[in-house]
């Protein structure tokens, strides 16, 4: 009898090529077909250790690509979505926002329209044998806004988006939200805080301090260093999603946070220090030395935190990784890459 299959959009990017080699492992009751356009976030190369597992597809193609969607539902008789795939960072959407609302937007209803199509005879009438499949939505703290001094992001906190990389967000998360309402779908949704690890693009900030450290180049620090996220290691964020799509309630968003606020400036000093024991500068001294403070980003939101209390209570989950022992692991993988022996 052949396993139920399930589609996972964006699985060449960070997470999503974090989270295909693990889901077969922890869950052989599973086949995956994944979907990448491989713009470029995304990298095949990423996913090389699971080409040789006869439980995974790899698809090239677009989200917004209605026809291909209903042709992958069918040839493979989808029972389950993972939705990973995103436009995701802050400063493309600023100077580009066209691209994110067509990803995260018209990219998201298009595959609830496919699952729809395949799952449904009509609204709150699924079709025979289609009864439990589910649609997993993968979005972020972001789409609640920024918070002050104190305080935390629940999943009650009203949206209050500032970017248009969060307003793309939390419009897809409001469409998944009325497809449960509206046809009767089995939806859960996911808002993760900043996430940090392997296989992340060189854009994103941890990369980046680590990227110019070992280049000897000046480290960019927006502001003054003081804006404050909660850091998510990737490993335990996969972990999160896995156990939110087998036991998570039709319907519900789970908050996905790491308990590890930690501001830019900390951040920095962080790897820097790191790397001044695991690969120390050929010239001598810190790599502190080369922290630059550059102009803010336009709308940049002051602080994220994430109560993950729901998740941990309800379905029993908790992140595995305090930042001091994730950054390390972050660290030794970058140096690997970035300064290869």
Known sequence: MALPTLLLTGGA?????????YFPEAYPE?????????????????????????????????????A?????????????????????????????????????????????????AHWFDAPMKP???????????????????????????????????NSPYSASKAGSDLLVRSYHHT??????????????????????????????????????????GQNVRDWLYVRDHCTGIAVVYQTGIDGETYNIGGRNERNNLYIACTICD???ELSPRATGGSYREQIAFVADRPGHDRRYAIDATKIETELRW????????????????????????
């Open 13 to 21: 990017g960070f997470i999503g090529s974090n989270f295909v080699p």
């Open 30 to 66: 599973y086949a995956l077909v994944v979907l990448d356009k491989l713009t470029y976030a995304g990298d095949r190369e990423n996913l090389g250790e699971c080409e040789a597992n006869p439980r995974y597809t790899f698809v090239q193609g677009d989200i917004c690509d209605a």
């Open 68 to 116: 291909l969607l209903s042709g992958l539902f069918a040839q493979y008789d989808i029972q389950g979505v993972l939705h990973f795939a995103a436009e995701s960072h802050v400063d493309n959407s600023i100077s580009g926002p066209g691209a994110f609302v067509q990803t995260n937007i018209v990219g998201t209803f298009s595959l609830l329209e496919a699952a729809r």
């Open 127 to 161: 079709t025979a044998g289609y009864e439990n499949c589910r649609f997993l939505h993968v979005s972020t703290d972001e789409v609640y806004g920024t918070l002050g001094a104190t305080g935390l992001f629940a999943e009650t906190t009203p949206y209050a988006p």
């Open 183 to 224: 046809f009767g779908m089995k939806t859960v949704i996911t808002n993760c805080s900043n996430n940090y690890g392997p296989k992340q693009h060189d854009e994103k900030l941890i990369p980046t301090i680590i990227r110019k450290c070992l280049g000897g180049q000046p480290i960019p620090i927006y502001g003054d």
């Open 274 to 276: 790191l790397l001044d």
């Open 318 to 341: 908790k992140a595995a990784e305090t930042f001091e022992t994730g950054i390390r692991k972050t660290a030794e993988h970058y140096i690997a890459r970035y300064r290869p022996r």
